[in-house]
């Protein structure tokens, strides 16, 4: 507990293993802790991968699909380039360093409906620019794109609906550009994530990393996580939350932050989480990689402010 935080008020500083849930998880665990009524969310979680209202001949298809592709795809993600950037390929300190700013629901929801995407998309065009912005301030080469560690819900339709303390999550990356034109960057990433819609690729993945835990020792299998997620420069997460606010006994809950963990080979990370009608956009760095992340935080508002003026 953090008290005199700010203007009088206390925070909370909560640190939950991956071993134990994800963010969606984690997420019900607030809502239920709180005694809030559970609501169906404004922003979802990355699509599942788990196909729904499909013929049972459709689900084993893509099941068997992607078991036959996951040696494939695994051995084409361990042989892919890295990321170049100031952000990557630095050995990391164990100094975290986080910022966050609030930003107004309603923003996100009038850009994804004038330009026709997902809110999802409306934040990786943000994330994206944020990025951009924060390169060329560095004096940086900004790179065409870069890559992004991404988890998957996993869950099906029915487990969404009584969801339990779990880690269902597929770790993928993906490319995003960073082309400067916002309608030609958020095309490219829109064409990029609706490609994921529908795809086995997180399914393949997901069985990948299953059948490995079962087959070899847990330091094989987090090398061979650490290899492939290591060629992205951040991780990314996008995890809904309550539209209502929260209280803690008599005493309202006015924000909440979440900020994925980064890795010994990803030393930033984005965590996009919805509350009360805001989005509240958490950064997380190394100190390795970035010793300021506020400065990434005022690039990614700097951005919002331009899409919703």
Known sequence: VVEDFEDGQSAILVMFHHM?????????????GMG??????????????VPRAQSSLSVAWMVTKSLVLSPVLVVGAMLCGSDRNPLHGKKPTGKKLMAYVRLPLSGF?????????TLNDVLMLLLTGGLRSYFTQKGAEVPKGLKISMPVNMRSARQMKNIQIENCIAGIVVPLSLTKDNRRRLQEITKTTNSLKGSSTPLAFYFAMQICALCFPMRIVMWLQDTIIGKATLTASNVPGPQQPLYMGTKQLFEVVGFPPTTPTVCASAGML?????????ICTDSAVCENPQEIVDAIAAEYEVLSA
Do not use: E, H, R
């Open 274 to 282: 919805s509350y009360n009608g805001s989005i509240f956009l958490g």
């Open 36 to 49: 809030g009524p559970q609501q169906k969310p404004d922003i979802q979680p990355t699509n599942s991968a």
């Open 109 to 117: 929801k009038d850009a994804k409906n004038s330009m026709n995407c």
């Open 20 to 32: 134990l849930g994800d963010g969606v998880s984690f997420a019900s665990l607030l809502l239920a």
